[in-house]
């Protein structure tokens, strides 16, 4: 379980690096504590996790990837985000 969740560390790490290299800068929003990029890392996780339950999933995060990200989108605003970030993440 520790390499499994190592290598999700590191898949995590990766995406988010990318995410920040590609995606346009956002506009500053003071509500927003999450970043696009963040957005789309979960997003990879998700898929890599298997696991279709937007609910499911961000409570999954927050005990497998809390330390990575501490404070995590709600489901309503990681749903409408991911959709809005659906073309960046194709």
């Known amino acids: 379980m520790a390499t499994r969740d190592a290598d999700?560390?590191?898949?995590?790490a990766v995406a988010g690096c990318a995410g920040d290299d590609l995606l346009p800068?956002?506009?500053r929003n003071a509500r927003r504590r999450v970043t696009d990029a963040e957005v789309v890392t979960?997003?990879?996780?998700?898929?890599?996790m298997g696991i279709t339950s937007e609910g499911r999933f961000l409570a999954t995060a927050?005990?497998?990837l809390g330390h990575l990200f501490p404070a995590p989108?709600?489901?309503?605003?990681?749903?409408?985000?991911r959709r809005r970030l659906a073309d960046a993440i194709e």
């Open 42 to 48: 979960l997003c990879v996780a998700q898929a890599i």
């Open 8 to 12: 999700l560390d590191t898949l995590c």
């Open 62 to 64: 927050k005990k497998r």
């Open 73 to 81: 989108p709600h489901q309503a605003g990681y749903c409408k985000r």
């Open 25 to 27: 800068a956002a506009k």
